[in-house]
């Protein structure tokens, strides 16, 4: 990226070479949006404060000698830049969005008005409990419903994101372990497992043995059951996979897990495609994640904000973490410190400062509340529906490497399709972006080469998928027969064009430097 001498952002070929440049550097609606330091000028502000008096004598001769060089808005100028910014943004509500194993669903508003309701939005963590009753009634029923659909006895609600809640699954087993006496160190992780599984495994002190895949994308139960031993403490699954496939011998796995003394933690990344037709804790789950921003549509992206609760078995529920939520008579209380734990409850720890995201919370319930348990049935068959009818629709133009059968939410591609092409999975994404779709997630699962994964949720209506297959067939048809030209350097019509990934991670600028304030004023 350069700056032009009006201070504009310009990258190499940001414009379609056959397109004329506009006068103004911007293209149509698509605005160039500048830095707001470039835009701000010294001294302007958007409020009228008066005057103040200032003390030296108060400031120990420490008084600023020159401007602090923030930038000066008008409140018009910075309306528009926030809302240029977001319009250059993708995002559900501008479009489908097929980023497999993320659950890019609608958020409908309805969760957003109850969301906003000042009792649950305005609460403060350190309120006085009895204040905020009806916010924990809330918590509670959401627990309740958490509990129901996974079968399973007890959920610690305090984890921020899947991640998180992975972490806490793993600390609560340590916390069984310990308290069994056995130091047990490895963790078993499939090696079609989410980046999260083996790194959490780490954090939480574990060492990971990676298990293959088969041929047909499951996980390979047999090698499973021979890695089993004294030192194993827990195996980590998801399922669906991340193939999008059910893995067909999950209870025998999980028998084979409890047999050798070790816990079953499964990633419930993808509980979307089974909620209200599958109870985890019937096939054996001790521990799994429920990534409520994206099962029970709470909204995600750019990092957060998310929810992680985490459901725990029998054998797991006592050492769930701080604070625990419980009903006395009349009365919800917060449970915040070990010695005041009730029924035999001994928690290894906690989380967070505090007890999770009630925004999220309020969204997932009133998601939940109003589908009810038919219509979260509903929205996983719909969502498998959909993701069988892109998988149908597809697998005689674009790969599918366990295409036989059917799949759960995903659709799973990989990049056989484009051999002798000389086009990429990477091109195929960035070309998609030019036909207004964000690309799928690549090169994900890593046992597939070249993978493109394509979650379609129950958001979508057929018209919407039928669209989507049209473009997606047409660009695979052209690559194909060699006509490669919209792939190359793709995307043409984006604001910026194909950035380098590589040096924007290893040699990020997370600064920007002024070039000279004004002199100070002594
Ligand atoms: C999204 C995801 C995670 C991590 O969840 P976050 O909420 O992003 O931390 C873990 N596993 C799988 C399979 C996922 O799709």
């Not at 209380?333 to 720890?349: L, N, Q, S, V």
């Not at 009818?389 to 790969?399: E, G, P, Q, R, T």
């Not at 052209?478 to 030209?485: I, M, V």
């Amino acid at each position: 990226m350069t700056m032009n001498n009006q201070g504009r952002a310009t990258s190499a070929g940001s414009v379609n070479e056959n397109e004329m440049p506009t006068i103004s550097g911007d293209r149509g609606l698509q605005h160039e949006v500048s830095l707001i330091f470039e835009l701000g000028r010294l001294g302007m502000t958007g409020v009228d404060i008066p005057e103040v008096q200032m003390s030296d004598a108060r400031l120990g001769g420490l008084r600023r000698k020159g401007p602090v060089g923030l930038p000066g808005l008008s409140e018009p100028e910075v309306i528009r830049h926030y809302v240029r910014l977001s319009q250059l943004n993708y995002s559900i509500d501008a479009g489908l969005y097929p980023l497999g194993s993320c659950t890019m669903k609608h958020n409908p508003r309805l969760n957003e008005k109850m969301a906003r309701l000042p009792g649950f939005a305005d609460v403060h963590p350190l309120q006085p409990q009895q204040t905020v009753q009806g916010a924990f009634e809330a918590v509670s029923e959401l627990m309740k419903w958490l509990t129901t659909l996974t079968g399973m006895p007890a959920v610690a609600m305090s984890p921020k994101a899947g991640a998180h809640g992975e972490l806490c699954g793993l600390l609560t087993i340590r916390a069984a372990l310990e308290a069994r006496g056995e130091k047990r160190h490895k963790v078993l992780v499939p090696s079609s497992a989410h980046g999260t599984n083996p790194a959490t495994a780490a954090v939480a002190g574990f060492t990971v043995q990676e298990i293959p895949a088969t041929e047909d994308g499951h996980v390979d139960a047999d090698a499973m059951e021979a890695a089993l031993g004294p030192d194993v403490a827990a195996i980590m699954l998801t399922n669906p996979n991340t193939c999008g496939l059910f893995e067909p011998r999950i209870k025998e796995m999980a028998d084979a897990v409890h047999k050798a003394g070790a816990y079953f933690y499964c990633d419930g990344a993808n509980f979307n495609a089974i909620a209200g037709r599958v109870r985890p804790g019937d096939l054996g789950v001790d521990a799994m994640h429920i990534n409520l921003h994206k099962t029970f549509s709470t909204p995600h992206g750019g990092g957060g904000p998310g929810a992680g609760p985490v459901v725990l078995s029998e054998r797991l529920a006592a050492y769930a973490p701080l604070p625990l939520l419980v009903h006395d008579g009349n009365e919800f209380r917060m449970i915040e410190h070990a010695d005041e734990a009730t029924d035999g409850a001994k928690p290894f720890g906690r989380m967070c400062a505090f007890h999770g995201q009630m925004g999220m919370f309020s969204r997932a319930l009133t998601y939940m509340m109003s589908h009810g348990a038919d219509g979260i049935r509903q929205a996983s068959e719909d969502a498998v529906l959909s993701a069988n009818y892109i998988l149908a629709s597809l697998k005689d133009v674009m790969s599918a490497p366990f295409g036989e059968g059917p799949c759960m939410h995903e659709a799973l591609f990989d990049d056989s399709f484009l051999e002798g092409t000389g086009v990429t999975t990477l091109d195929f994404a960035k070309a998609m972006i030019d036909e207004g779709y964000h690309p799928m997630t690549m090169y994900f699962p890593l046992v597939v080469h070249g993978a493109m994964l394509i979650e379609p949720t129950e958001s979508e209506s057929k018209e919407s998928l039928d669209r989507f297959i049209h473009v997606l067939r047409t660009m695979a048809l052209e690559a194909k027969a060699g006509q490669t030209a919209r792939f190359d350097g793709a995307p043409r019509l984006a604001p910026r064009r194909r950035l380098d990934e590589t040096a924007a991670a290893r040699k990020p600028i997370l600064r920007w430097k002024p070039k000279a304030l004004p002199e100070a004023a002594e």
